[in-house]
């Protein structure tokens, strides 16, 4: 359904190009083009209003698209303020969805939107990171008896409605879609591990072959990031905090290092943790001139530039997206766009094929809560695993790639204990 709401974005000519970069991606998007047709038939969200909080470029743009063709009023705003793309919110103001989104908005504006995205009522969410989770629950608790359930994107987001959850303050039903299979094992990992590089190096334009790079956290993102920096030819260190992380690390070829070790040895400097402070004054005293730091984590606190700005005797701007911070002794550090995820902000997110999974698993899960929500409660619960099998199936069908299925003799013979 199209909107009637007035829309906040920076220049709606910007509309044509925009709409270019959604039909390329849409077009690398067959599973959302399959649940597409299925929303159209059988109109899930038919006089809904649907919120959504998501970095704003062209994927994220279609599945707006696909939840509108679902029958719903559809009002988006970004979840980082670089990652945004006026060109991609012009199209989509085109189309009848209501945007509240700008690249590179004032803190206070970026908060503006966001609580206006709130305003516009939603039954049903979809949030990256918990920010309009946030609002609702403090800002515009008046809004809250009207919210159906959502369904949150990212590690990070999982983390703190599970702490919500943990004290009883959630206030509706929330889908983790970050835990389900064919997200973080396609798109933490995988995605992040090529759009990372893809951010880095259009942004430096250096090469990684030869160099130390340094990936702080192996997790679901850390693998990725640091499998890709093993193929592009980097020497790989990682550092952790879980021990057991650090073993499977060590297992799969790379140099684990404490972080006050690996900051003298790094060339390059990917955090990717979900916490904060992971590269501090004390690390950045012991970095080599030249040292390049980025971000993949989703809040901007993983590298900590009030230290490196108290460190250092001046900061300029050396390239798009590149800060040079000059220390007392004359060595300069490097940060990419200003320590916020680095593929997002300085690229295009990750390629249309792994959100293609993604979002269908938020376009269902979007479905189920609705459908849910009453039986479900206030808490944060899983994707179900048929709608996670249901989204490989589909993308498997899709590459025209067939598998086996058990005979009911196999599956006897798995179901027993007592089989030979
Ligand atoms: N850039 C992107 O496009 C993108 C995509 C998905 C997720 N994310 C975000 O990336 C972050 C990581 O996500 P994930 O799915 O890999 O999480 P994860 O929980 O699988 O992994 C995080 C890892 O960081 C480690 N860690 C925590 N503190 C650390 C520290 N001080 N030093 C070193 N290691 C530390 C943890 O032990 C863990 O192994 C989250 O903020 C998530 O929301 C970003």
Not at 10 to 18: F, I, Q, V
Not at 20 to 43: C, G, T, Y
Not at 58 to 77: C, D, H, N, P, R
């Amino acid at each position: 359904m199209k909107t009637t709401l007035t829309s906040v974005i920076k220049d709606p000519a910007l509309a044509p190009e925009g709409k270019l970069k959604i039909d390329w991606a849409s077009a690398h998007m067959p599973v959302l083009n399959r649940i597409r047709e299925q929303f159209e038939r059988e109109q899930p969200f038919k006089g809904l209003r649907v919120a959504i909080s998501l970095h704003l470029e062209a994927k994220t743009a279609y599945l707006a698209k696909v939840v509108q063709a679902g029958g719903a009023e559809v009002a988006i705003t970004g979840s980082n303020p670089l990652s945004t793309q006026d060109d991609v919110c012009a199209a989509l103001v085109e189309d009848g969805i209501a945007v509240f989104a700008k690249y590179n908005p004032t803190p206070e504006e970026y908060h503006d939107l966001l609580v206006r995205t709130v305003e516009t009522k939603p039954d049903l969410i979809i949030d990256d990171g918990g920010d309009l989770v946030t609002i609702l629950h403090t800002e515009r608790q008046d809004l809250l008896p009207g919210v159906r359930g959502g369904a949150e994107e990212t590690t990070t987001g999982i983390l703190r409605l599970k702490a919500m959850d943990r004290e009883g303050s959630l206030k509706f039903p929330m889908v983790a879609v970050n835990d389900a299979y064919c997200k973080y094992l396609f798109d933490n990992r995988y995605g992040t591990g090529q759009s990372v590089w893809d951010g880095i190096n259009r942004t430096t334009n250096l090469v990684v072959a030869g160099k130390t790079v340094v990936v702080n956290g192996y997790g679901w993102c850390g693998k990725g990031v640091a499998m890709r920096a093993k193929g592009l030819g980097a020497n790989v260190v990682v550092t952790e905090v879980d021990a057991i992380k650090a073993v499977e690390a060590y297992m799969d070829g790379f140099t684990v290092l404490s972080m006050d070790e690996a900051a003298k040895v790094g060339e390059f400097f990917v955090t990717v943790t979900g916490n904060k402070d992971v590269i501090r004054g004390s690390h950045i005293e012991k970095m080599k001139d030249g040292a390049i730091l980025s971000n993949a984590g989703h809040f901007d606190v993983e590298v900590n530039l009030v230290e490196l700005a108290a460190l250092s005797v001046s900061k300029r701007t050396v390239r798009r997206n590149i800060e040079e911070y000059q220390l007392k002794d004359g060595r300069r550090i490097y940060v990419l766009a200003e320590g916020r995820l680095v593929n997002l902000a300085a690229g295009d997110g990750h390629p249309a094929e792994i959100m293609d999974m993604t979002f269908a698993l938020q376009a269902l899960s979007l479905k189920y809560v609705n459908e849910h929500y009453r039986s479900i409660g206030n808490r944060v619960v899983n994707v179900p695993y048929e709608l996670d099998e249901q989204v490989a199936r589909t993308k498997l069908e899709s590459l025209g790639i067939r598998i086996d299925s058990l005979s009911a003799e196999q599956k006897a013979y798995l179901d027993s204990w007592a089989a030979h």
